[in-house]
């Protein structure tokens, strides 16, 4: 499976993309990691694993569409057929949704339809729930909105910060992550099914 990984900081879930792929348990190549910030801690990464960055100012650009237009040529050129975006913090157009509908997925550290948007982890803490989590989805147009692909539970405790119960759902991103883009590559998991209308006649 040709993959693009899509990030815009630390990268630990690109890292451990990475690690999968090295140690055999994901059959992928990693065709290109996309960057939105050239100084982040990711394009260090990609360096040392040896995987083609391209990173870009949207600043330097006329529109999202005009950057996007610029990707989607290189993933086509690649011939990427699935887009992982992991920790990439940008609203992603119809440019790239529509291309890759049914084939770009995203990571949250919540259980979706909960918490959607910046900063999970604290609405999930002030929002007082006691279980919270981490979803892989499909994406579509919205904001962390496509179709569920998996998730996992993490117990809230009383005494949880922002960053205890983040040490918490960061290394099961890293466990989940790579495991589900083995599964689609499998065809464990079908895209396909997935990204068709869950109800009948608009029930
Ligand atoms: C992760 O928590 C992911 O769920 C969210 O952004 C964060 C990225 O972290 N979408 P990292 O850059 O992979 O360390």
Redesign the pocket.
């Known amino acids: 499976l040709r993959i693009a990984v899509f ?8 890292q451990a993309i990475v690690n999968a792929v090295q140690e055999g348990r994901l059959d992928a190549r990693i065709e290109l990691l996309v960057c939105d910030r050239p100084q982040a801690e ?1 394009v260090e990464r990609a360096q040392k694993a040896g995987v083609p960055a391209h990173t870009f100012k949207p600043k330097d650009y006329a529109s999202r569409e005009a950057y996007e237009q610029e990707i989607l040529a290189l993933l086509q050129e690649k011939g990427v057929e699935l887009v992982v ?3 990439y913090m940008r609203i992603i157009t119809s440019v790239l949704v529509d291309a890759y509908w049914g084939r770009m997925i ?4 919540s259980l979706l339809p909960s918490f959607p948007g910046l900063h999970a982890v604290r609405q999930a803490l002030e929002h007082g729930v006691k279980i919270t989590g ?1 979803t892989v989805h499909l994406v579509d147009g919205g904001l962390d909105s496509g179709p569920v692909l998996a998730q996992r539970a993490v117990n809230v405790e009383p005494d949880d910060t922002e960053q205890s119960l ?1 040490e918490k ?2 290394p099961i ?1 890293h466990v989940l992550y790579p495991q589900v883009i083995q599964a689609i590559a499998e065809g464990a998991i079908d895209l396909k099914q997935a990204a068709q209308p869950k109800t009948k006649d608009g029930m």
């Open positions: 990030a815009s900081g630390s990268g630990s879930n690109f990711v975006l992991a920790g995203n990571i949250h550290p981490v983040s759902i960061h991103e």
